[in-house]
């Protein structure tokens, strides 16, 4: 199983809504990602879970809340989102890098969220 | 902090040729990962190929080739034999540690 699930496909929020990204994988990996892209750009780092802690942060508004909660699941609490959040969100998994590098990351196939 | 320039944001190329995609990185760091991505207008970001560091050889996958010159800092794939499922979007990453961040990417166009 090379899989990373991600649910919802597709949500659409209010701006007052709290709402829940999910993403599950059962490679054994401990590493867990989310990133958020939007149309026609790369995606960005966001959050960095290594061995279920939290590891890299790169600055993210408070609106956007992770949770590790066991080695197979990624959460992304959401409140209070503005409309330029929305993007595709996607999770991704790979093993913690030791000695090589040589630890691809698999991808979900994202939440597409739009805030209104 | 770990950069990654990806100076093509289009490239065509004619079916059945070969093409090269360019990226060129920044890193203090000895020990890092290179890794090219494919997304197509799906959404999902798929695997190619990876290069090491220390690795003293290019990969190989396929039709996949990576072309790494350390000294220049330069990662770049090479798909020989286009075809048209190839078109989509190319993106390079870098890896340190646990921290993976990707370039701007290549939108390629098989032509037909």
């Known amino acids: 199983d090379t899989e990373v699930t991600q649910t919802p496909k597709h949500l659409v929020m209010g701006m007052t809504n709290k709402k829940s990204l999910k993403c599950e994988q059962h490679m054994g990996h401990r590493a867990m990602y989310w990133y958020k892209q939007k149309a026609k750009k790369p995606p960005e780092l966001m959050f960095v879970y290594s061995y279920e802690k939290l590891s890299i942060n790169e600055s993210v508004p408070s609106r956007f809340s992770p949770e590790c909660p066991n080695s197979s699941l990624l959460n992304l609490h959401l409140h209070a989102l503005q409309p330029e959040d929305s993007a595709l969100y996607l999770c991704?998994?790979?093993?913690?890098?030791?000695?090589?590098?040589?630890?691809?990351?698999?991808f979900g196939q994202g939440t597409r969220l739009t805030v209104v | 902090a770990q950069k990654i320039t990806q100076t093509q944001p289009g490239m065509f190329v004619q079916e059945k040729e070969a093409v090269t995609l360019d990226c060129t990185y920044d890193?203090?760091?000895?020990?890092?990962?290179l890794f090219w991505y494919k997304q197509p207008s799906s959404g999902e970001m798929i695997f190619l190929i990876y290069q090491g560091s220390y690795d003293q050889q290019n990969a190989t996958e396929g039709r996949y080739s990576l072309n790494f010159q350390k000294a220049r800092k330069s990662a770049n794939l090479v798909i020989s034999a286009s075809q048209l499922g190839d078109s989509a979007m190319y993106f390079c990453a870098m890896r340190e540690s646990d921290d993976m961040r990707f370039g701007a990417g290549t939108r390629l166009t098989v032509k037909p």
């Open positions: 991704a998994s790979s093993q913690v890098p030791r000695e090589t590098m040589n630890t691809e990351a698999f």
């Open positions: 890193t203090s760091d000895p020990s890092y990962g």
